[in-house]
């Protein structure tokens, strides 16, 4: 009786590690990208991205087909990066990107995405004011109901974190 509580416990816990792990996608709460100086790329499946919250990404300005994977980042004076771009995908797949402040709010959001991407066409950074951003990935609106897939996006360079405080003892 004793191994059959453990192992419905320990199910339990992996269960809701892996529900842990896909909500830190999601729209409320985007998933951290602050690449090094020599550039960054994060390989993800927007699969496990965020199915609900995003519905209404870009003000509805976007069709969604398919789960939206959200990056959080947050872009500052001194830069290094000039472009963010995409790739992945495949048959029935074309992944797709969109950027908003994250000031608009996330999911109902009135802000349209401006600029966008995908992976043919990077994201030119260099008149992106400094700010906190939204980056949502997910599948072009002619895809069928559903798309998802893996796909990877790049940074060519660092998007730097102004300190705000330091001190010496």
């Known amino acids: 009786m004793n191994h059959k509580l453990m192992v419905a416990a320990l ?19 985007g998933d951290g990208w602050q690449p090094p100086a ?7 499946d927007t699969c496990a991205g965020d199915n609900t919250g995003a519905a209404l990404m870009c003000g509805g300005t976007q069709d969604r087909v ?21 790739s992945g995908g495949g048959a029935g797949f074309d ?18 995405c401006n600029p966008s991407g995908d ?12 700010g906190d951003w939204l980056i949502f990935v997910t599948a072009f609106g002619q895809n069928a109901p559903g798309t998802c897939g893996q796909v990877t996006i790049t940074s060519n360079g660092s998007f730097p ?9």
């Open 161 to 169: 974190v102004t300190l705000t405080n330091f001190t010496v003892s």
């Open 119 to 130: 992976t043919g066409f990077p994201i030119a950074t260099a008149d992106v004011p400094d």
């Open 66 to 86: 398919g789960p939206v994977y959200v990056f959080h980042s947050v872009f500052s004076a001194g830069r290094t990066f000039t472009t963010i771009s995409l």
């Open 11 to 29: 199910g339990a816990i992996v269960a809701g590690a892996m529900s842990m792990s896909v909500s830190a996608q999601t729209c409320a709460s």
């Open 95 to 112: 992944p797709v990107m969109f950027m908003t402040p994250t000031a608009g709010g996330c999911g109902a959001n009135q802000e349209t």
């Open 38 to 44: 020599a550039g960054d790329f994060r390989s993800v």
